[in-house]
């Protein structure tokens, strides 16, 4: 048998589809919801501050954190080949944050660059199995893409 467990945290991002054939094109922003699933063993190590979890909450909260939220919150996501999107961005100067990556930044590929991100910093300290499995990107609402091994 297998736990798993779910942690979230939320941004407030910006982006814009350049291809999409409705008003997904235009600059526009969500609040973002990125949700790291993770499973493995319990520790059974007793005395340990982790004993009866798989990984302290916390910890998953200062890892999304620093490697997501951090990274992307209140910042304007652009993918490299959008020239519009970038030229917009360089005319706020340099104190606007702009982030620029080699994708489209939809739902769906900021879900994989989530999980690839945070993946390699899911480790445990007490010797049992643990491993992200999914990253959830909720978009909006009722929209939710998730990247999974």
């Given at each position: ?132 499995v999914a990253m959830h990107c909720r978009e909006t609402p009722k ?7």
């Amino acid at each position: 048998m297998t736990t798993t467990i779910r942690r979230y945290i939320e941004t407030d991002t910006g982006h814009r589809v350049p291809n999409h054939k409705s008003k997904c094109k235009h600059m526009h922003g969500h609040r973002y919801r990125f949700e790291a699933e993770i499973e493995g063993d319990v520790v059974t190590q007793q005395g340990v501050s982790d004993e009866g979890m798989l990984m302290d909450f916390s910890d998953i909260s200062h890892l999304l954190t620093v490697h997501i939220h951090d990274v992307i919150d209140h910042a304007f996501v652009v993918y490299e080949g959008d020239e519009a999107a970038k030229a917009a961005c360089k005319l706020m100067g340099d104190d606007h944050r702009t982030v620029v990556v080699s994708f489209i930044p939809t739902a769906e590929n900021l879900a994989r660059w989530a999980f690839e991100t945070l993946e390699p910093h899911i480790k445990t300290t007490y010797g049992n199995q643990l491993r992200l499995v999914a990253m959830h990107c909720r978009e909006t609402p009722k929209s939710v893409a998730s990247w999974r091994i």
